[in-house]
């Protein structure tokens, strides 16, 4: 069954069952497991999404950010980086990608994403190109941030979390400029909740059986710095580090380096197979559907401890 018609089972599931219930994480188990066969075949390129982050930091920050956005003081993506980052994989892919994502953090609050969407578009033209927000500064956004996206044809996927903004206002804004809208996570369906996945600090966990219940392995695929990484986990874990004083251990062989692969194939068989770091994650404790909140920077939020 393709990942699309997948996606559309699970968008209906979402809407006719609570997303806490029994059923529901039932049904999402099975959705994993049968995605986790599509993760270990090749891709091509333009089955591949990539997400690059204009920020680390947000202004929202979610209890248990998979980016470990609450731990982030001020941080910036070097839009030069990003610029020869792009060029490279574009190189690699012969500028086919399925999505390339523009995320963080919180992307608006980088005031050079205009220039980070011009540099997309250039590497990757007429391929899918979008920026995850929370909303937030939607309303207040810059002429320029506006026309950007109409000009590099970037659609806005907006997270609803149960905070006070106005989506009627946001979507007149969109509309006004001819900047399509749409709705991440299936928010404009079903309430914002979180997960709960942790970490374990003694790495003691099955890396295949993480990767199989994994549902960011080879699908939320973070470029950062000339790196690839299968997921955000690996590319931020720093911040846990600093945070807590862990020793969570990134090695070469946790991701790829575009700048030494020689081909797309190269970086495609990398993707598809468990990473040494996969070893401190513990997806079978992983919980969804709970109450959405914001952080408290607490680190029971990321670690598991008996």
Known sequence: MKKESLGNLMRIARKLVPYSSAAYRFLYGVYI?????????????????VQIHAVDHCNLNCRGCDAFAPLVNNCYADIEVIKNDLQRLSELTNGEIGTLTVSGGEPLQNHMLPEILDAARMSFPGQKLKVITNGILLEKAPDEFWKSCKKNDATIALTLYPIAIDVKKINDIAASYGVRLVYQDDTDIRAKTLYSSPLDPLG???????????????????????????????????????????????????????????????????????????RYCDKKRRVSGLQWEKSKGDITEWIYTP
Do not use: W
């Open 33 to 49: 497991r049968v995605n986790a066969v599509s993760r270990l075949m090749p891709k091509s390129a333009s089955d591949m999404d």
């Open 204 to 278: 003691k966990q099955d890396t295949r059986v993480n990767y199989k219940l994994c549902f960011m392995a080879n699908k939320n695929i973070v470029l950062e710095n000339g790196r690839m990484y299968t997921c955000p986990t690996i590319a931020h874990i720093k911040y846990i580090n600093e945070a807590f004083h862990q020793n969570f251990a990134v090695s070469e062989s946790d991701y790829i380096d575009i700048y030494k692969a020689e081909s797309f194939k190269e970086i495609s068989g990398f993707l598809r197979k468990p990473m040494p770091f996969c």
